[in-house]
């Protein structure tokens, strides 16, 4: 066991925030509403969802670590 680091799962948890913040950021690049024929709708929901998934992953990334 490391001694340096109090909580075990720190890292884990660090690792999963920035997998989520790469996610939502490859996700508004990619610009999956741009090829398929739904609605504004539509559209509105994928880019709140990967700005949500940029910001619970910065947010537990954060957590984590502190």
């Known amino acids: 066991m490391n001694r340096y680091i109090e909580d075990p799962l720190e890292p884990l948890g660090v690792v999963f925030g920035i997998l989520l913040v ?3 950021i490859g996700t508004l690049v990619g610009m999956p509403w741009a090829h398929k024929s739904g609605s504004a709708l539509l559209m509105l929901g994928q880019i709140v969802g990967a700005i949500a998934a940029i910001g619970i ?3 537990l990334a954060w957590v984590t670590r502190t």
């Open 22 to 24: 790469l996610i939502g």
């Open 57 to 59: 992953g910065a947010a």
